[in-house]
Every structure is written in C-alpha cells, then in structure tokens.
C-alpha cells in the first residue's frame, strides 16, 4: 500500500470534493440541517438502496415530524411504517433510542450519541459530521470498495486488519472542515462510478491516483473473507380459521422480525410432510389443534443468510384455547384487516393467494 504525503492527500480530498459539487444527487436528506431527519436517513440506508429509501423517507415524517412524535409511537406503529423496508431491528434500535433521549433532541456528542442502542461506529461518524461538523470518517461498503481499489488494500476488509487500514485512510483524506460534505462525497463516489461491477474508472476523479486503475484488477477489490452457502429451509405456515376470523401471532422483539405479526408456522422437519408440520408447529405455537383444510400456495424468499420455501395452508380452529410458546401477542382478524399490521415481506408475498375463495369450506 503506498505511503502518501500530507500534500497528496490534500490534493486528493480537494478532487474528490470538485467532483462531488458537480456530481451529487439531488436527495431529499441533503435538504435538510435536522439532526433527527439525517439520522433516520443514515439508518435507513443502511443494507438498502436510495431508491427504494426515498419513499419510505418521505412517508416516515408525514407520521413522525420530530424526534418526540417518533419516541411517543408505538412500536407497532414504527413497524407499520417500516413494513416492506427489511432489516427491521434498525427500527427497533432506532425507536429505542429515540426513547431514551428525554430531551428529545439528537445529542451533538459523538460519545452520547455512540452509546445510544443500534450506534455503531459507522452510524456514529456518518450522523455526527453531517448534521454537526464533527470531523470523523464515515465506512460504509462504498467507502471499502473505493479505498481498497485506490490504495490496493489486499487485507480483507470485513477483518480487523483490513478494517483499520480503511480507517486509517479515511482519516488522512477527511477534509476537517467540511467532514460531512467529505463523507458524502466519498460514498457518492461508491454509489455512482466505482461500483461492484463494471466502474467507470475513466470518469473518476481518482483514476490518476488509483492503484487498482493503474494496474487493470478492480475486480479483485475489496477482498473479503470466503462467504459461507447460505441453507435453505423448509416452512409451513397456517392461516387458521375461526368463525370468519384468521388467526396471527406476534414474534418476540428480541428474535428475528421481532415485533412483526406473522401467520403461525415454523420449520419441516426432515421427513415430516409440510401439512402435518403445520398442525405440529400451530400446537406447539399457539396450543391450538387444527384441521388442514387445503394447500393455498407455495412461496420462497431469501433473506441475508437464509433461503426459505413456505408451504401454506389454510386451516380450521378444531379445539383448544390460545396459549404462546414462543410468540408474545396473537389477534383474531379479518383478513382485511392485514393492513393494519406489519407482517415481514415473505407472508405478503402469499397475502394476494388468501383472497381467492377456499376450495373447501373454512369455519
């Protein structure tokens, strides 16, 4: 990795921020000097891409104008909003914290603001320069990506070594005075020409000062560490049934999609035929014995390191008083009733598949 002078990097941060004044997009988040609206845009773009954010964003202050309206909320209602976005323990966090600032105002002190439920390091950097000027470097995966090229980092990123020597980077080029212009600017730079595949290496304002450009293997940065097989799981899933009533069930903050409602159901076990899976999770779930009266459909859906094929079954409620082992909440609703509740992606996916009429009769 090369040894540059102050001089050099100076040199660099100042193409970089030309280039970014020329270039930047026209997002709804650089409208604004709210600590509280840059910080939910920060979370919100997390693991997920600008053009899917941008509605949500601007949804989310139509509910929750200012930090207070936000921490007032309801859980379920913060899910409500979020549905569809993914990722949800980033509401969860970000509701959590909210809450626990009874002043109600985002602190300006990168260590308070560190401490705060779902803060990591990058949150804490990104947050605290652009609605601050408080002079931290902000990695996210754009930034990985365009410093591992620039200076032909050859330690894996997603490891301490490699890590630190991003990091390290960063900091030398952090314009001080306008850190989060700097911060931005690196990470649009990401986003719009040196991206995973095909970068436009000719348009950047770096190709003159980038290692991997120079040698021709962008493609071998950023190395990362060997990405286990993501397994695929079996699930059966019940719409249970009761005088015109469907049951669902709440999961538990703490587990995955925590907080999010969901059709009763769970995992197949080897050998086990999916309709009889689903009478054995809804027993053990719910207390409940049911009927399975027919196959609806079959969906799959992938989540970050896990696939999942869900078999689904509509049934009727044959006996037995609700009693949860495992989820926190259960309601009895009418199926248009799903609106009002936030359910993860993978059971709106078979939701359409309800409204066609039962080819047997539901209780």
Sequence with gaps: MPTLSARAYRR??????????????DLPWRHTSDP???????????????????????????????LKSFAAASLDDVLKHWEGLGYYARARNLHAAARALSSGTVPDDPQRFG????????????????AFGRPLAAVDGNVKRVLA????????????????????????????????????ALMELG???????????????????????????????????????????????????????????????????????????GKIKRGEAPADACRREIREETGLDVDVVEHVTSVQHAYSHLKVKIEVFRCNHRKGR??????VDHRWILLEETV?????????KFLPALKKPPRRGLT
């Design 12 to 25: 660099m941060t100042r193409e970089l921020l030309d280039w970014f004044e020329e270039h930047r997009r």
């Design 36 to 66: 509280y609206r840059i910080w939910v845009s920060e979370v919100m773009l997390q693991q997920t891409q600008v053009r899917t954010v941008i509605p949500y964003y601007q949804r989310f202050f139509l509910r929750f104008p200012d």
């Design 115 to 130: 401490a705060l439920p779902g803060v990591g390091g990058y949150m804490r950097a990104a947050v605290m320069s652009i």
């Design 149 to 184: 090229r620039v200076f032909g980092i050859e330690e894996a990123v997603d490891r301490p070594a490699g890590a630190r020597a991003v990091q390290s980077f960063a900091d030398s080029l952090l314009e001080t005075k306008y850190p989060g212009e700097f911060n931005q």
């Design 191 to 265: 986003a719009l020409l040196c991206r995973p595949r095909h970068p436009q290496c000719e348009a950047c304002p770096w190709s003159a000062s980038c290692a991997a450009f120079a040698s021709g293997t962008w493609e071998r940065y950023p190395r990362t560490s060997p990405k286990r097989a993501v397994p695929t799981a079996r699930i059966a899933v019940g719409v249970v049934s009761r005088r015109g009533r469907l049951l669902i069930t709440r999961r538990a903050e703490s587990a995955m999609l925590g907080g999010l409602w969901e059709f009763p159901g």
């Design 322 to 327: 609700v009693r949860l082992r495992g989820p």
């Design 340 to 348: 009002d509740y936030a359910f993860p992606k993978a059971n709106h």
